[in-house]
């Protein structure tokens, strides 16, 4: 189950958004969030909600802007899946080289695309921008680690923030995985309106009420290779220094 909010739609969008963090090409930062529930039935249940954090869970995943709203936030999946894994199984993960291929730079042959930023559970892609390998270093590499990591943190403040105001979240819940699913929504949703009460929320085919719109044809990108994301983070390293 998911939710769209304000994803960028236009190049102007994407450029504005960008202008909310300190992180060349940024305009978002993708991260999971694991939700406390109740110890489910079943043997195989158990193994499935139980996470990393030592205690039963679903997650609740997001990509976030400089403001802190969420663009896109997707909950439900047991809390023992891995953030990569339920983010390429996402509705959004095809549509993500579209959107960040609304506002593209060239150095020589070289495209450099409009990126979130990932912590190092994420695929690396050129669009989706990780942190060098701290082993071995370079004192610049570190520097471009050290910025990527405090423009990165909004996500986790998001989910810090979203806690603070729906505690229950936080607290855990007597819900079922599948009612809490639906409520993290809800308070996602109410997140942003309190955040910006003039932004657009959701966006819905009024012929078919529960049905997104597809606003963004998907274009067909091939899946690149490592080699052409550590192209580019090569070639933005010194804008970050």
């Given at each position: 189950q998911h939710v769209i909010g304000i994803l960028p739609k236009t190049r102007d969008e994407v450029l504005t958004l960008q202008g909310l963090l300190s992180f060349p090409y940024a305009f978002g930062a993708?991260?999971?969030c694991q939700l406390r529930i109740q110890c489910p039935i079943g043997e195989a249940a158990r193994k499935d909600y139980w996470c990393f954090k030592q205690f039963y869970s679903i997650i609740l995943m997001a990509i976030v802007d400089g403001k802190g709203r969420f663009m896109w936030s997707s909950a439900g999946m047991p809390g023992n899946c891995?953030?990569?894994?339920?983010?390429?199984?996402?509705?959004?993960?095809q549509h993500l080289p579209t959107i960040c291929h609304l506002s593209v730079d060239h150095v020589g042959a070289i495209s450099i695309p409009a990126m979130i930023l990932g912590d190092n559970a994420f695929p690396f892609r050129s669009w989706l921008m990780k942190r060098y390998t701290q082993a071995n270093a370079t004192p610049d590499q570190k520097k471009f680690n050290k910025r990527h990591s405090s423009s990165r943190v909004v996500v986790e403040n998001a989910f810090g923030w979203l806690k603070m105001r729906f505690r229950e979240l936080f607290r855990?819940?007597?819900?079922?995985p599948e009612n809490l699913k639906f409520a993290a929504l809800a308070a996602v949703t109410l997140h942003n309106i309190m955040i910006d009460q003039n932004e657009p929320m959701m966006l819905e085919n009024p012929d078919n009420p529960g049905q997104e719109i597809v606003w963004l044809q998907r274009a067909e990108f091939a899946d690149e290779g490592r080699g052409h994301a550590a192209t580019v983070r090569d070639l933005i390293l010194p804008l970050v220094l």
């Open positions: 993708v991260d999971g891995h953030d990569a894994t339920l983010l390429q199984a996402s509705n959004i993960w855990g819940t007597e819900s079922s």
